[in-house]
């Protein structure tokens, strides 16, 4: 199982990104999926998750501007990032819960860079 996560890069203030997460793999299903994000020097934190279902939950700090789009048939989840700020720069990981035939586990993507600076 992977989760192959891309879609990072550099904008301005204000600007938008769209972060894409795809999982592939023998995978009987998927819980929640979420983007978590690292800044230098600080820990990984929470910033959207979705159930299956499509109940989302939001860190503060990004309400009102995220936004975590699901696509159960294509086993993917998105990160819509609008009216950027300077401190949402960070690493950015997708997570799943995903059953396999071993079980079920949480997977983590590798990370993709978010700068926003002017």
């Known amino acids: 199982v992977q989760l192959q996560a891309y879609g990072g890069g550099s904008v301005q203030p204000g600007g938008s990104l769209r972060l894409s997460c795809a999982a592939s793999g023998r995978i009987f299903s998927i819980g929640d999926m979420g983007w978590y994000r690292q800044a230098p020097g600080k820990q990984r934190e929470l910033v959207a998750t979705i159930t299956s279902g499509g109940t989302t939950k939001f860190a503060d700090s990004v309400k009102g501007r995220f936004t975590i789009p699901r696509d159960n048939a294509k086993k993917m989840v998105y990160l819509q990032m609008n009216s950027l700020k300077v401190e949402d720069t960070a690493v950015y990981y997708c997570?799943?819960?995903?059953?396999?035939?071993?079980?079920?586990?949480?997977?983590w993507g590798q990370g993709t860079q978010v700068t926003v600076s002017s």
């Open positions: 997570n799943a819960d995903i059953a396999t035939i071993s079980g079920r586990s949480a997977y």
